[in-house]
T-cell receptor
Framework: GAVVSQHPSRVICKSGTSVKIECRSL??????MFWYRQFPKKSLMLMAT?????????EQGVEKDKFLINHASLTLSTLTVTSAHPEDSSFYIC????????????FGPGTRLTVL | QKEVEQNSGPLSVPEGAIASLNCTYS??????FFWYRQYSGKSPELIMS????GDKEDGRFTAQLNKASQYVSLLIRDSQPSDSATYLC?????????????FGQGTELSVKP
């Protein structure tokens, strides 16, 4: 599989602030990683594909200026929620491909964001 | 029509029984299929991947794929209370790194002692 970490695991912030979430692939170099958002009792929604060395690819309806993605290295992707508002409160999860089977995706532990 | 559909449940089975989870998908060109387990408050954990028609077994889990019927299922034998979770079906149109996973809404499974 793959070992994926995320930091922080939980963050509470005031409305209007920006929050950065880090996602690391610990045992595999990932040129592509994915960011998802999950609301309570709902399924995962793909937000964007993070591409090392190029711009992220955003899904329809996701504001790229609000959710900034930077794939800084082959093991690190960051998601910055800019000017966060209460409706941005959600569970944010990243994924990276598996080492043995790159078609499989393994998820980080997630970051629970609460915007007051 | 949703791209990936699952019965939302909850599905309740007694301990020791077989739990059967079903998933249908709309895109006929889909190539890769996955089952994830998600405990409340946690991120999804990959249980099975399947790419070819037929059955694939791993311990108490068996995934079944029928591309003609656009149907993939997960059977859990000898269900345990620890299997109680939401099971997510995911589909990918391609078979390489970078392909996007499309998730169903998940089926909540409850295994009663």
């Amino acid at each position: 599989g793959a070992v994926v970490s995320q930091h922080p695991s939980r963050v509470i912030c005031k409305s209007g602030t920006s929050v950065k979430i880090e996602c690391r692939s610990l045992d595999f170099q990932a040129t592509t990683m994915f960011w998802y958002r999950q609301f309570p009792k709902k399924s995962l929604m793909l937000m964007a594909t993070s591409n090392e060395g190029s711009k992220a690819t955003y899904e329809q309806g996701v504001e790229k200026d609000k959710f900034l993605i930077n794939h800084a290295s082959l093991t690190l992707s960051t998601l910055t929620v800019t000017s966060a508002h209460p409706e941005d409160s959600s569970f944010y999860i990243c994924s990276a491909p598996g080492r043995e089977d790159r078609n499989e995706q393994f998820f980080g532990p997630g970051t629970r964001l609460t915007v007051l | 029509q949703k791209e990936v559909e699952q019965n939302s449940g909850p599905l309740s089975v007694p301990e020791g029984a077989i739990a059967s989870l079903n998933c249908t998908y709309s895109d006929r060109v889909s190539q890769s299929f996955f089952w994830y387990r998600q405990y409340s408050g946690k991120s999804p954990e990959l249980i099975m991947s399947i790419y070819s028609n037929g059955d694939k077994e791993d311990g108490r889990f068996t995934a079944q794929l029928n591309k003609a019927s656009q149907y993939v299922s997960l059977l859990i034998r000898d269900s345990q209370p620890s299997d109680s979770a939401t099971y997510l079906c995911a589909v990918n149109r391609v078979r390489n790194q970078g392909g996007k996973l499309i998730f169903g809404q998940g089926t909540e499974l409850s295994v009663k002692p």
